[in-house]
């Protein structure tokens, strides 16, 4: 019990990395998916034999050089020496919370950007240096989970997979990760170029790189299981991977928390349950969108790549460094996001080996966690030709006040936030977890200095998501860390803090975010991350008798229509996908028009939409029973009746009589 968050997520990171290598090598094969995935579970068992093999040889002979069995001392004897050793780390971090957190104007982020690098710079300054004598009440760096937390952290796991089941919260993107995998499940084929206009006619899109292993491998599972992938994507894959990010979390937790980690957990795993509404926010992409990529790169793999760090750094683990660079390739499965953030975590770490002149480290290490993202994402961008000069000018880098609040919120949520941050290389556990967390905090820091990331961005072109490099920091574990601050030379407040801390931190979270549940986003029982009435309509037309060809629906049906079947194919799957294509091209302009004339919320000129319906080549069409004035503009537009579904989701469908006109490359 006690080893299974480790050999669980060591697992995960080493059969996914697997699957991932396989997968790029089928770049070139060209296999079908059912194939490679069949192959991976040969592959399995002597993968697993040999990370077992290496696992015992993983000897540690010796700690690293700038590290003894025991952390060095770091606090002086009297107050006077305290406080002028860290006075300035602490009061610039507060400084930097507030005028982040609460400010409004230029001069304010300013203030904050340049509090937070004294307060990080000054912290790194106030750690001890090589040579310091030993602290003999200093926590052990070889700390294990105990049965007793294993339990704990277990019960957690199974709770949160169960609990993410129940969750119904529609993301917008799921129609192109879901839609890919029920593609790969009914076809056995890797969609490399467009799915969701037309049938590889056009180029892939921006959201569709031929890097990312997820959603085909979810396809594959799910073709191989004769089961549907959306099933197999809510019922299957979400509850192991609630319980893989987790443990990610516990590991981490336990690794660099300096006291009682399971308080630290619990308060970490609570600001993640209770702080998650908001779109984009950071623990949005949690349990509600645990089956994208990127969200469990972000939950998971970020975490595991710290303990990796700390487990190489602190016992000159082979293992470790083996899984490191393995992470580095399951990453660059899960989401492209990687291919940026990974160098940039990797970096930050090697600033502080650097510093402490560990350059062998820092070499090993670097490379280890980035070669592969990197070479990927170069490959990918010569072949590729670049970004798309459309998808620069849709996606303008966001404002960093609002980068700021995607990761570590506004107001008091955002102090929280911003002090967890900037105070997190004096609260970890000393050694090596504080030396990394002030190498992340500074490189996240000097990357918010307005205007270093619209400089990146301009250089790099990946201006979309370079709102996300403040992921690179585990912020729910930081956090918690708050829970466990503990005041030298001062017993009797200890003992009130340890009681006060967290249960003032949880009551924050609880009045000041938004949970997870707002909104009855909570089902009775497992559901799709669809609208039941949604669900039951699209797949009420998907058993009709219509013509072949491309269907016009109501937008959120034809959303949810590829992630259920790709037989029948859809005018418009999402708007926000046509900037890839040019959103004033005539291609763009029509399904843009028919979808307004579907969903019925603005008075569309029949003329209008009978040339769009030629144009674009529509066989069919469905509407709401409700949308009157659609359904009055039936006869005019030559559309026949042929199904009606009474309330709930009331909706009648016809047949065009245009179908095979089209003169616009529909």
Same mark, same amino acid.
């Given at each position: 019990?006690?080893?299974?968050?480790?050999?669980?997520?060591?697992?995960?990171?080493?059969?996914?990395?697997?699957?991932?290598?396989?997968?790029?090598?089928?770049?070139?094969?060209?296999?079908?998916?059912?194939?490679?995935?069949?192959?991976?579970?040969?592959?399995?068992?002597?993968?697993?034999?040999?990370?077992?093999?290496?696992?015992?040889?993983?000897?540690?002979?010796?700690?690293?050089?700038?590290?003894?069995?025991?952390?060095?001392?770091?606090?002086?004897?009297?107050?006077?020496?305290?406080?002028?050793?860290?006075?300035?780390?602490?009061?610039?971090?507060?400084?930097?919370?507030?005028?982040?957190?609460?400010?409004?104007?230029?001069?304010?982020?300013?203030?904050?950007?340049?509090?937070?690098?004294?307060?990080?710079?000054?912290?790194?300054?106030?750690?001890?240096?090589?040579?310091?004598?030993?602290?003999?009440?200093?926590?052990?760096?070889?700390?294990?989970?105990?049965?007793?937390?294993?339990?704990?952290?277990?019960?957690?796991?199974?709770?949160?997979?169960?609990?993410?089941?129940?969750?119904?919260?529609?993301?917008?993107?799921?129609?192109?990760?879901?839609?890919?995998?029920?593609?790969?499940?009914?076809?056995d084929e890797i969609p490399f170029r467009d799915f969701l206009f037309t049938e590889g006619v056009l180029p892939a899109g921006s959201a569709n790189p031929p890097l990312p292993s997820f959603e085909v491998f979810i396809g594959a599972l799910a073709r191989v299981l004769h089961m549907h992938a959306a099933s197999a994507t809510w019922y299957l894959l979400l509850p192991v991977l609630a319980v893989f990010a987790i443990f990610a979390l516990w590991r981490l937790v336990q690794r660099w928390a300096p006291r009682r980690p399971l308080v630290v957990f619990g308060v970490a795993a609570a600001y993640i349950l209770l702080v998650a509404y908001y779109a984009d926010a950071l623990n949005t992409y949690h349990l509600p969108r645990l089956t994208q990529g990127k969200s469990v790169f972000v939950h998971a793999l970020v975490p595991l790549a710290w303990v990796y760090l700390t487990d190489y750094l602190e016992r000159r683990s082979r293992r470790a460094l083996v899984l490191l660079a393995l992470l580095s390739v399951a990453s660059v499965g899960y989401t492209t996001t990687a291919v940026m953030l990974l160098p940039l975590l990797s970096a930050a770490a090697c600033v502080v080996l650097i510093a402490t002149r560990r350059l062998r480290a820092a070499a090993l290490c670097f490379a280890a966690a980035s070669v592969y993202p990197l070479v990927s994402g170069v490959l990918v961008q010569v072949l590729r030709g670049g970004i798309e000069q459309t998808v620069a000018t849709y996606a303008p880098l966001l404002p960093l006040r609002t980068i700021y609040e995607l990761t570590l919120w506004l107001g008091i949520l955002g102090v929280i936030g911003g002090l967890a941050v900037w105070?997190?290389?004096? *609260?970890?556990?000393?050694?090596?977890?504080?030396?990394?967390?002030?190498?992340?905090?500074?490189?996240?820091?000097?990357?918010?200095?307005?205007?270093?990331?619209?400089?990146?961005g301009d250089?790099?072109?990946?201006?979309?998501?370079?709102?996300?490099?403040?992921?690179? *920091?585990?912020?729910?574990?930081?956090?918690?860390?708050?829970?466990?601050?503990?005041?030298?030379?001062?017993?009797?407040?200890?003992?009130?803090?340890?009681?006060?801390?967290?249960?003032?931190?949880?009551?924050?979270?609880?009045?000041?975010?938004?949970?997870?549940?707002?909104?009855?986003?909570?089902?009775?029982?497992?559901?799709?991350?669809?609208?039941?009435?949604?669900?039951?309509?699209?797949?009420?037309?998907?058993?009709?008798?219509?013509?072949?060809?491309?269907?016009?629906?109501?937008?959120?049906?034809?959303?949810?229509?590829?992630?259920?079947?790709?037989?029948?194919?859809?005018?418009?799957?999402?708007?926000?996908?046509?900037?890839?294509?040019?959103?004033?091209?005539?291609?763009?302009?029509?399904?843009?028009?028919?979808?307004r004339f579907a969903d019925g919320v603005e008075p569309v000129p029949v003329s209008e939409v009978d040339a769009a319906l030629r144009r674009v080549d529509v066989s069919a069409v469905c509407l709401w029973r409700t949308n009157k004035a659609a359904n009055d503009a039936a006869p005019a537009l030559g559309l026949v009746q042929v199904a009606s579904r009474k309330s709930p989701g009331g909706m009648i469908c016809y047949r065009t009589t245009t179908s095979g006109t089209s003169t616009s490359g529909g």
């Open positions: 019990m006690a080893a299974a968050p480790v050999l669980f997520t060591d697992a995960a990171v080493v059969g996914f990395a697997l699957w991932t290598l396989l997968y790029h090598l089928n770049l070139g094969l060209n296999l079908r998916p059912s194939v490679v995935f069949i192959a991976w579970l040969v592959l399995l068992p002597v993968t697993a034999y040999a990370s077992w093999k290496l696992r015992r040889r993983d000897v540690v002979p010796r700690p690293a050089d700038d590290e003894t069995a025991t952390t060095p001392a770091e606090l002086p004897a009297d107050r006077a020496a305290l406080l002028r050793r860290y006075a300035l780390p602490v009061g610039a971090a507060v400084g930097a919370a507030m005028f982040a957190a609460l400010g409004t104007g230029t001069l304010s982020w300013w203030l904050a950007a340049t509090l937070g690098l004294v307060s990080v710079v000054s912290a790194w300054l106030a750690l001890p240096r090589r040579g310091a004598p030993a602290d003999a009440g200093a926590a052990p760096v070889t700390r294990e989970t105990t049965p007793a937390q294993a339990y704990v952290v277990i019960a957690v796991s199974l709770a949160a997979a169960y609990f993410g089941t129940l969750i119904a919260r529609v993301s917008l993107d799921d129609v192109f990760y879901v839609g890919k995998s029920v593609w790969v499940a009914e076809r105070w997190s290389p004096l *609260l970890l556990r000393r050694g090596v977890p504080r030396q990394l967390a002030a190498g992340a905090v500074l490189a996240v820091t000097v990357l918010m200095i307005p205007g270093l990331l619209k400089v990146a250089v790099s072109g990946l201006r979309a998501v370079l709102w996300r490099v403040p992921w690179i *920091l585990p912020v729910p574990a930081l956090v918690g860390m708050l829970a466990v601050i503990r005041l030298p030379g001062l017993a009797r407040v200890n003992r009130v803090l340890a009681f006060v801390l967290p249960v003032a931190l949880v009551a924050v979270f609880y009045t000041q975010g938004k949970p997870m549940w707002t909104n009855d986003l909570v089902q009775s029982k497992p559901t799709w991350r669809i609208p039941e009435t949604r669900k039951n309509v699209t797949f009420w037309i998907t058993r009709q008798d219509l013509p072949k060809g491309l269907v016009l629906a109501p937008t959120s049906v034809m959303r949810a229509m590829p992630q259920v079947t790709t037989r029948v194919r859809v005018v418009m799957a999402r708007d926000l996908y046509l900037t890839d294509y040019g959103i004033d091209t005539q291609f763009s302009k029509d399904r843009l028009l028919l979808g």
